[in-house]
């Protein structure tokens, strides 16, 4: 789906998928938080978080964030937000 086009029905919906894309790169929030966080929001637009409206996928938009300094060994970098999130849920360098 990279580099496609996809209609944008619900911009709440994408508002919330996204922030919660960017805030999973912050290793603040415990991974129970993040999922009660975003199953309310969710439930406030009726969504379920289990279906697949409520996954994110890529956009065919870039959003980069620029110097972003890894906690562990303070190598900086740029990370664009779609495309350098692990499946594991917290960004790791
Ligand atoms: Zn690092």
Redesign the pocket.
Known sequence: MAGQKRKIDNLPLELVKTVFEILILENHFTKDLFIKVKKELLNFLNVNYFSEESKFSEMFVKLEIFDVV?K??Y?VMNIDVFLDVTGEGFYK?
Do not use: P, Q
């Open positions: 890894c562990e060994c190598l360098c």
